[in-house]
């Protein structure tokens, strides 16, 4: 069977589900992190470390599975992924309750499906930038924009089930989120899957860290992350200090907001993406993400402020999606191995740019605000890279040092 005769349709739809398990994987446990720590007698710092794990174990993910995963074959990768995804989060509810250290098993449950979270994020985006399409671009941008719609569909429908039946009923919402993993694992065994590179054709880790052009693309994809998670990560907290609301509105009006508008960026180019110019739709993203800020930071007006912040889920959207087509474009032999070190590139500015907001922030007496203005780095630094992109990836691609991979 060749590829014009296989429905690929089926492949990019289990895609969009696999977005949305990573979605469940990165936002349900901060949701009950407070209800964790009454139930289980936990202290700030071990919840906080909930979190430290589960980015640290997808951050290992991405390097190693640079090496293994085109030797394995994606279909086996992406299923086990689903199956640690599935089985962290049914661990979740039920490991408290049949081990004697209720945070040791919390921590086993985060440790399984952060490695299933860690291996979607790196499978996902090139299972789909393999499968033939028109404009490849626009389809990276609409199928980043599931995780947005994953991360509003957990935020709302796990809040909602605790406002309605109490905090007790916490219990049931890691088991009834992880059929979606199991049933999308058991469709990934079903759908075509094709590789972007052939058998041995593949760039290694050596050899892509030999060019330029790949360390700019890794620099991008660390302020895309920095610039997206600086503002998602304290977009509660945003929320409920300016508005003075409850946390479950804090959480609908900050984390929802923010990744409704990031979604419909993304969802605008996948639509679009054939009539637009993803470079310099990527340099007015930064320019509006820097402007988004400024106004969460400078404006006194609490509903100005929350406005910024919905402009800056806005103006992220294309960030990450973006330099995924723009470095599978110019560097096509890089394959899985590209991927996964641009993913661990995200990941880096994904922990880098919360951090150095609440750094700032506690050195500024708690002042959020300032934490924030702090972060304009990331998107300045974006727009710098991205005015430099052109002139600067045509000089690479005239080295002859390239040969055959570029």
């Known amino acids: 069977?060749?590829?014009q005769t296989k429905n690929y349709n089926h492949t990019i739809y289990a895609s969009y589900?696999?977005?949305?398990?990573?979605?469940?994987?990165?936002n349900l446990a901060p949701l009950l992190f407070l209800i964790f720590q009454e139930e289980f007698a936990l202290s700030i710092s071990q919840i906080t470390f909930i979190t430290t794990l589960n980015f640290a174990v997808q951050l290992a993910v991405d390097l190693i599975s640079a090496r293994f995963v085109d030797k394995i074959g994606y279909?086996?990768?992406i299923v086990a992924a689903h199956i640690f995804a599935a089985v962290g989060l049914i661990g979740m509810s039920v490991f408290p309750r049949i081990m004697s250290n209720s945070y040791g098993a919390l921590l086993l449950a985060v440790l399984f499906y952060a490695i299933g979270g860690g291996l979607i994020e790196v499978l996902i985006s090139p299972i789909v930038e393999a499968c033939p399409s028109k404009n490849k671009a626009a389809a990276m941008s609409l199928l980043h924009s599931f995780y947005c719609w994953g991360t509003v569909g957990v935020v709302g429908l796990s809040t909602l089930q605790l406002f309605l039946f109490g905090k007790g009923s916490w219990v049931y919402l890691p088991i009834i989120w992880s059929i979606l993993?199991?049933?999308?694992?058991?469709?990934f065994t079903k759908v075509p899957l094709e590789s972007l590179t052939e058998e041995n054709e593949g760039m290694s880790i050596k050899e892509l860290l030999r060019f330029r052009l790949f360390w700019l693309f890794f620099i991008l994809m660390v302020t895309a992350g920095a610039s997206e998670q600086a503002m998602s990560q304290?977009?509660?907290?945003?929320?409920?200090?300016?508005?003075?609301?409850?946390?479950t509105v804090g959480d609908l009006a900050g984390p929802c907001f923010f990744s409704v508008l990031m979604g419909l960026s993304r969802a605008f180019y996948g639509k679009f993406g054939e009539k637009i110019n993803l470079v310099k739709f990527i340099k007015g993203s930064s320019l509006l993400c820097i402007a988004a800020y400024l106004t969460a930071v400078l404006f006194q007006n609490p509903v100005m402020s929350l406005i910024g912040c919905g402009l800056c889920g806005l103006s992220v959207g294309i960030m990450w999606p973006g330099v995924f087509s723009l470095a599978s474009a110019k560097m096509p032999l890089g394959g899985t191995t590209m991927f996964a070190l641009l993913a661990l590139a995200g990941d880096v500015g994904c922990s880098g740019g919360p951090t150095i907001v609440g750094l700032v922030s506690g050195a500024f007496s708690e002042n959020l605000k300032a934490g924030l203005f702090a972060a304009i780095i990331f998107p300045?630094?974006?727009?710098?890279?991205?005015?430099?992109?052109?002139?600067?990836?045509?000089?690479?691609?005239?080295?002859?040092?390239v040969d055959k991979h570029i």
């Open 1 to 3: 069977m060749n590829k």
């Open 17 to 26: 589900l696999g977005y949305i398990t990573q979605a469940i994987v990165n």
């Open 75 to 77: 279909r086996i990768c």
């Open 181 to 187: 993993p199991l049933a999308n694992g058991i469709w």
């Open 234 to 247: 304290w977009a509660s907290a945003f929320a409920e200090k300016g508005l003075g609301v409850s946390k």
């Open 380 to 401: 300045v630094a974006m727009f710098l890279c991205m005015r430099a992109y052109k002139a600067f990836s045509f000089k690479i691609l005239s080295e002859k040092t």
